[in-house]
C-alpha cells in the first residue's frame, strides 16, 4: 500500500467516525420532540447501561462538538496511521471499560460526549511507548505527550457540567488497551 493510499484510507476512517458523530448530533437537533442526549451514561441506572455505547456520539450542543472533533481528527488519525491493527481494538477497549467505569463509579448525572475516548486514545499513545518500548512507539508518545499534556487537568473535578470521571476512566481505558494490546501491530 501506498503512503499516498494509507493516508487516504486513514483519513477516510477518521472521517467515518468524526462524521458519525456529527450525523447523530444534527438527527438530534432536529428531532425536537426526542432528545437523544438523555441516552448517556446515568451511573449505577441499568437502563442507561447502553448509554457506554452511545455517549462518546451524543453532544450537548456544536460547540462541545466541535471542540471534541478539533481532538479526535488527529488523534484518530494517529492512531489510525501507526497501530494499524490495532486502533479498532483499542478505541472498543476504551469506550466499554471507561464507560463501564463510569457507569460503576461516576456521579449521578447525564454524562455525554467524546472525550472519555479522547483521553483514552492521549494515554493509549502515551502508555502504548511505555509499554512497547521501540523507538515509533516511543517517539509517538514524547509527541503526544508534548501536544496534548495539558489535558491531565482534565481528570480533576476543576470545572462543573464537565464530566472529569468520564475523562479519569477514558484514560484509564487507555492504559488498560495500551497493555493489552502491547505485542501486536
Known amino acids: 500500500m501506498s ?9 477516510t476512517k477518521t472521517g467515518v467516525l468524526v462524521g458519525a458523530m ?3 448530533h444534527l438527527l438530534d437537533y432536529v428531532l425536537v420532540v426526542y432528545s437523544l442526549k438523555k441516552n448517556g451514561i446515568i451511573p ?4 442507561s447501561i447502553d448509554g457506554i455505547l452511545w455517549a462518546p456520539f451524543l453532544h450537548g450542543d456544536f460547540n462541545h462538538l466541535i471542540s471534541n472533533s478539533m481532538a479526535l481528527v488527529p488523534l484518530t488519525f494517529v492512531m489510525f496511521l501507526f497501530y494499524k491493527r490495532t486502533t479498532f481494538w483499542a478505541m472498543l477497549i476504551i469506550v466499554i471499560s471507561g464507560g463501564l467505569l463510569l457507569w460503576c463509579f461516576g456521579r449521578e448525572a ?10 483514552g ?4 499513545l ?5 509499554f512497547r518500548r521501540n523507538f515509533k512507539a516511543i517517539s509517538i508518545a514524547l509527541i503526544i505527550g508534548f501536544i496534548y499534556g495539558g489535558l ?7 470545572q462543573s457540567g464537565v464530566s472529569w470521571e ?3 476512566f477514558g484514560a484509564v481505558g487507555g492504559v488498560l488497551a495500551a497493555m493489552g494490546l502491547k505485542d501486536h501491530d
Open 44 to 47: 449505577r441506572n441499568i437502563a
Open 110 to 119: 447525564n454524562h455525554i460526549g467524546a472525550s472519555g475516548l479522547i483521553y
Open 166 to 168: 468520564g475523562h479519569l
Open 121 to 124: 486514545q492521549v494515554s493509549f
Open 126 to 130: 502515551i502508555a502504548s511507548g511505555w
Open 152 to 158: 491531565i487537568w482534565g481528570v480533576f473535578p476543576t
Open 3 to 11: 503512503i499516498k493510499t494509507n493516508i487516504k484510507s486513514n483519513l
Open 22 to 24: 456529527w450525523f447523530v
